[in-house]
């Protein structure tokens, strides 16, 4: 079975860091693109980050690019989303997508307050 | 930055009528277009990929169009499970962007 796992939410303070794992099973983990997708409570989908298949190409969105770090460790089929600095707006359920997104985690929710 | 733009934010519609959702990016993006279904709690669901293909396991009923800037998703007849948020998505320029949403809602 094609599946996504994500791991790694919970509560974190303002400030703090936090890394996310995403677990893949049942396809070929290193000949897809990686990506990360969030959704803020009662909001819509945010683009995060995305990484190729070997890990040299990687792209997030402004709002969190310079204070997070996307990585992939093919050999253990998992995908890594870490974020510092962390703010409030930060506050989402985040999910891990592959095989061109046709294929999600069940999310992981990341609260950031103290 | 790809502003996608969906319209109507929300659309009423009873089951058996026929729903079109609209997509439109501030730029071209080519065919690289994909619609997405989410339902309350869930991950989103990957609906058409590449502006007009049916990704695995989707119904006919689902059809997507378009390219470049306008993009029309349509379910030809609904069915009760239909109700959701449905979400377009660009993948042809960097940062990658999500429309708002549009909620199709049971009238």
């Known amino acids: 079975e094609v599946q996504l796992v994500e791991s790694g939410g919970g509560l974190v303070q303002p400030g703090g860091s936090l890394r996310l794992s995403c677990a893949a099973s049942g396809f070929t983990f290193s000949t897809y693109w990686m990506s990360w997708v969030r959704q803020a409570p009662g909001k819509g989908l945010e683009w995060v980050a995305s990484?190729?298949?070997?890990?040299?190409?990687?792209y997030y969105v402004d709002s969190v690019k310079g204070r997070s770090t996307i990585s992939r460790d093919n050999a253990k089929n998992s995908l890594y989303l870490e974020v510092n600095s962390l703010r409030a707006e930060d506050t989402a359920v985040y999910y891990c997508?592959?095989?061109?997104?046709?294929?999600w985690g069940q999310g992981t929710l990341v609260t950031v307050s103290s | 930055e790809v502003v996608l733009t969906q319209s109507p934010a929300t659309l009423s519609l009873s089951p058996g009528e026929r729903a079109t959702l609209s997509c439109r990016a501030s730029?071209?993006?080519?065919?690289?277009l994909t619609w997405y279904q989410q339902k309350p709690g869930q991950a989103p669901r990957l609906l058409i990929y590449s502006a007009s293909n049916r990704a695995t396991g989707i119904p006919a009923r689902f059809s997507g169009s378009g390219s470049g800037t306008d993009f029309t998703l349509t379910i030809s007849s609904l069915e009760p499970e239909d109700f959701a948020v449905y979400y377009c998505h660009q993948r042809n320029n960097w940062p990658q962007t999500f429309g708002q949403g549009t909620r199709l809602e049971i009238k």
């Open positions: 990484i190729n298949q070997g890990g040299s190409e990687k």
């Open positions: 997508a592959s095989r061109g997104y046709e294929t």
């Open positions: 730029q071209s993006v080519s065919s690289y």
